[in-house]
């Protein structure tokens, strides 16, 4: 195969470039426009994306959007589902999506656990109850808004054990009842990407700003727990990836896996307007 820039052979092993039918780093820049060679330029080298001026973000056209974060009933941070009820009462969302990992399932966990803290079973019954009530409470005050919930790693746990130890038995266990309420949509696979008004939603499964560059445009996670936006020049104008944090209680039992107790972990939720997207932080 020879390139189509300068009639070269193209090495088996060049094809790291955007562009599959060119040999080099020059003849890849002699085919881009401007912003596309800038964008070359940041995944190659890993430049901060803050100085390019010359790409748009696409603001004004976003409608309304509350994102609730990670939540891991029953170790949820009430005061932080509480902040989200009230922002949502007053904010009058056109859509609201709880992000993954509603329940956190501490008894199915792989890790190492202590059973003395409930038993799976009041386990259950108090994620269920807890997430009954937020989704309830949501509704009564805003009922014409749109309503989603997905599903992360945390809340397949359950069914993952099942598979590793009785596979032939999995078709007897159904949950899938845990993740559905009234007036509210759910989306039973953890692997289906949501796409709203342009912009992409997913529970998440690596670091932030990682999703964004795979996806290849706006985009909404979870996952980490470290809220934030990131912006990367992609496809001629400037997208953005929105971490909504966690709606957990950092101090409870099952959140203790971090390595110290200082952490990069941010108790908030996710908005999005017309004038973009943003992390509101809330004090526990």
Not at 25 to 40: F, P, Q, R, T
Not at 171 to 184: H, R
Not at 196 to 214: I, K, N, P, S, W
Request: contains cysteine.
């Amino acid at each position: 195969m020879k390139c189509t820039v300068c009639g070269s052979r193209i090495r088996p092993d060049s094809h790291r470039f955007l562009s599959k039918s060119v040999c080099s780093i020059k003849c890849e820049k002699s085919k881009l426009s401007a912003d596309e060679v800038e964008c070359l330029r940041y995944l190659k080298e890993g430049i901060n994306a803050v100085g390019y001026r010359h790409l748009s973000v696409r603001n004004g056209e976003y409608k309304k959007v509350v994102i609730i974060p990670d939540t891991h009933f029953p170790f949820q941070s009430n005061t932080v589902v509480k902040k989200i009820i009230e922002f949502i009462a007053s904010f009058k969302p056109y859509f609201i999506v709880q992000i993954g990992d509603l329940y956190d399932c501490f008894a199915a966990s792989r890790f190492p656990r202590s059973h003395d803290l409930m038993t799976p079973d009041q386990e259950r019954v108090l994620a269920r109850q807890g997430a009954e009530e937020m989704w309830s409470a949501i509704h009564k005050v805003s009922p014409s808004s749109k309503k989603i919930q997905i599903l992360g790693n945390h809340d397949v746990r359950p069914m993952k054990r099942i598979m590793e130890q009785v596979p032939e038995l999995a078709w007897a266990f159904d949950i899938k009842y845990m993740f559905e309420f009234p007036q509210v949509e759910t989306i039973h696979d953890t692997t289906q990407e949501l796409i709203l008004d342009g912009v992409c939603y997913q529970h998440g499964h690596t670091a932030m700003g990682r999703h964004v560059e795979f996806n290849l445009m706006d985009t909404v996670h979870g996952h980490t727990h470290r809220g934030g936006v990131v912006y990367r020049p992609i496809r001629n104008r400037m997208c953005w990836e929105l971490d909504v944090g966690c709606a957990a209680d950092f101090t409870s039992k099952p959140l203790q896996y971090r390595p110290q107790v200082w952490s990069k972990w941010t108790n908030g939720f996710g908005v999005i307007d017309p004038h973009g997207p943003r992390l509101i932080t809330v004090e526990p």
